[in-house]
Nanobody, 123 residues
């Protein structure tokens, strides 16, 4: 499975940004999908995950209520809508996939990673 993330950039705090990840090379609808991020000098951390059919989602406490993950199995894409971002959301964001479950993704079990897209939130 190949994952291609896009949509990163510079955004002001309180604005909005939308990240997308396109998947190819596998049966997209059978994979749980998620987003992780890594800020400078910090470890990669879980952000959000969605199960195969999009009904179950998980979020890190730090983004709950501000970010929304969704997927379109017809287009093989997963999206992270970032509303009211904060400077502490600045990081490289990675798309992730695993055939197990969104709960496993949340725990860090990832079979496939995308290349990452930079998000910078200015104050």
């Amino acid at each position: 499975v190949q994952l291609q993330a896009c949509g990163g950039g510079l955004v002001q705090a309180g604005g909005s940004l939308r990240l997308s990840c396109a998947a190819s090379g596998g049966t997209f609808s059978t994979y749980a999908m998620g987003w992780f991020r890594q800020a400078p000098g910090k470890e990669r951390e879980f952000v959000a995950a969605v199960n195969w059919y999009g009904a179950t989602t998980y979020y890190a406490d730090s983004v709950k209520g501000r970010f929304t993950i969704s997927r379109d199995n017809a287009k093989n894409t997963v999206t992270l809508q970032m509303n009211s971002p904060k400077p502490e959301d600045t990081a490289i964001y990675y798309c992730a996939a695993d055939p197990s479950s969104a709960m496993s993704l949340r725990s860090g079990f990832v079979s496939y990673w995308g290349q990452g897209t930079q998000v910078t939130v200015s104050s």
